[in-house]
């Protein structure tokens, strides 16, 4: 059986990722609900990830500028979005992870966080890719829903042209149809030929884009399989959007994983992931 490539390591603090190193975990609510909320999911999972063995980042945004309807909630907004981030970092020493949508906001975001994404929708941005490039900080970009996983080559050029090597690739599902979305398990080894780890976005590309008509639905039913398929093909990381209450998400709970969920799935993903592993050595 072929190997997966092996990607460049980047170094978060202690963590490694990428090149060959533990399969890690990126993980949290869509958006900040309320400080209490986001600090309260980012200890859970992390006590549930520290038991798994499990290298974990946790992952909330500030701002969810991509909603189906101007109704749907967005969350706190730069300033106070990332004075919680920063206060939950330094609190419990975690690394953490959040969305920029604006060239402006990727200094002020990467002050607090330690990995800048760039949004689906938003992967073809030059401007936005350079200036998220230019703070130094790890850059994880979403493949977008309308881009083959051999177009990130452009996407990888843009933001390597500033000097930033700590790149992450994120896979999260391609247009199949209206309101749905395709995961072709293919798109891990070529994403990883260009040299970066490659992240699985579980839960968005089970999204049912706008399928709820103000907002977008989802089948999270299919988590657990689609997580253990893109462990089972090599990707160096995975992502999950992960709340306690999915009915009562303020965003994108339709395709959440419910925390209560999360032990048994980690369990059996690092279980595969030592498989695999050994699978590549070999």
């Keep these: 059986m072929p190997s997966p490539p092996l990607t460049r390591e980047i170094s978060l603090g202690t963590l490694r990722l990428g090149g060959g190193n533990p399969l890690f975990l990126i993980a949290g609510p869509c958006v900040i609900e309320s400080e209490a909320h986001a600090r309260n999911m980012a200890e859970r999972v992390s006590r549930i990830a520290a038991d798994a063995g499990i290298p ?3 992952k909330a945004s500030y701002d969810k500028a991509n909603r189906s309807s101007t109704k749907a ?33 990727a200094q002020p975001a990467a002050e607090v966080c330690d990995i800048l994404q760039i949004p689906a929708f938003l992967a073809r941005q030059t401007d936005l890719l350079l200036a998220a ?8 970009v979403k493949k977008a829903q309308f881009l083959s ?16 090597r700590d790149i992450l690739l994120t896979e999260r599902g391609a247009s199949f149809g209206y309101q749905n979305l395709v995961v072709d398990m293919r798109s891990f080894p070529v994403m990883q030929k260009l040299g970066y780890p490659v992240v699985f976005d579980v839960t968005h590309s089970l999204q049912l884009p706008g399928g709820l ?19 089972a093909a090599g990707v160096d990381g995975v992502f999950l959007e992960v709340h306690d209450n999915p009915a009562e998400a303020l965003s994108d709970g339709p ?3 419910p925390l209560s969920q999360l032990p048994a799935l980690l369990k059996r993903l690092k279980e595969l992931s030592a498989v695999v592993r050994r699978w590549s050595i070999q």
């Design 56 to 58: 974990y980042i946790f």
């Design 73 to 105: 909630f967005r969350g706190p907004g730069l300033k106070e979005g990332l004075r919680i981030l920063s206060k939950i970092k330094a609190d419990l020493n975690l690394p953490i992870l959040t969305d920029i949508h604006e060239s402006y906001q």
């Design 133 to 140: 490039g230019k703070t130094g900080r790890i850059i994880n």
């Design 149 to 164: 996983p051999w177009d990130m080559a452009n996407v990888v050029d843009k933001v390597a042209s500033t000097g930033n």
């Design 213 to 231: 008509g103000h907002a977008s639905g989802g089948q999270p039913e299919f988590i657990d399989t689609l997580a253990r398929a893109g462990v």
């Design 255 to 257: 395709n959440a994983l």
